[in-house]
């Protein structure tokens, strides 16, 4: 493939991917911001302590911190002591906050319609060519 094509097939996935955001809807469809269903997303998956939250996620301890107390309010997840250190909190999710991070992780794995309209052949074309660019082959 030239350069010219592959810079046409990286716009166009970037374009796909961008103008079919699915944060907006998450966002709309459970009441809080995308940085807050993100935190609660990465509870779910893995109980941690607010420290290990902001550094994995990049960001400043007092932002999580606040973002985490707000997301205790909501009923979405709980502090508990850390069985080896009293001092430190373990962060998990309630029930609520599970059934709310499945229901993110459902709105943002659905497919734009855009991909859903192509016709069969063509959807398992792309499947192939973007398996080849994830998973490289062993001859490479």
């Given at each position: 493939m030239t350069?010219?094509?592959a810079q046409r097939v990286w716009a166009a996935m970037r374009a796909l991917v961008t103008e079919d955001d699915r944060r907006a809807e998450v966002c709309a469809a459970l009441g809080m911001?995308?940085?807050r269903i993100k935190v609660l997303r990465r509870i779910a998956a893995e109980p941690t302590t607010?420290?290990?939250l902001a550094e994995r996620l990049g960001s400043d301890p007092p932002y999580v911190s606040v973002v985490v107390e707000d997301l205790v309010q909501r009923g979405l997840v709980v502090r508990t002591p850390?069985?080896?250190?009293r001092r430190r909190k373990v962060l998990s999710v309630t029930?609520?906050?599970e059934r709310t991070a499945r229901e993110a992780e459902a709105l943002l794995a659905t497919p734009p319609r855009?991909?859903?309209d192509l016709p069969a052949e063509h959807l398992a074309d792309l499947d192939r060519a973007l398996?080849?660019?994830l998973v490289p082959s062993p001859e490479s």
């Open positions: 350069d010219g094509a911001s995308f940085f607010g420290g290990l850390d069985a080896t250190d029930a609520a906050g855009a991909l859903t398996a080849g660019v």
